[in-house]
């Protein structure tokens, strides 16, 4: 069962996951490494997954071992902390290649009976 802060960190991980999407949606690689202000929105949204997935307890990261964990808020950091070694290329990835499972097993999660409040 989720706790409900946790449920509110899952649920901003996932609205920020599909803005993302929602931002680069149609683009090519091409398109979306060109538009500085996509660019700069879709890296926003990255730092707010992050910072929601590191506050996320220990308990509900051990239950959802299918999350990339691991990979979240060290992204952040590197946004907000290391700003100068963000790779253009490496968001675009991200938002391709990862954003749309983590989207599907965040309303896996979300849409389970256990974790309403």
């Not at 700069?40 to 990255?46: E, L, M």
């Not at 990261?61 to 060290?74: C, D, I, N």
Request: net charge negative; aromatic share 8%.
């Amino acid at each position: 069962m989720l706790l409900p802060p946790d449920r509110h960190r899952l649920v901003d991980m996932r609205h920020y996951a599909a803005k993302a999407l929602a931002f680069t949606d149609g683009l090519t690689e091409v398109a979306f490494l060109a538009d500085e202000l996509r660019l700069f929105a879709t890296i926003r949204c990255i730092e707010v997954i992050g910072e929601a997935a590191s506050k996320v307890s220990k308990e509900t990261r051990e239950q959802h071992p299918e999350l990339p964990w691991v990979f979240m808020a060290p992204m952040r950091h590197i946004c907000i902390h290391e700003y100068g070694r963000v790779d253009p290329l490496r968001i675009w990835q991200t938002v391709r290649f990862s954003l749309p499972d983590l989207v599907a097993h965040l309303d896996r999660i979300l849409a389970e009976p256990d974790s309403r409040p």
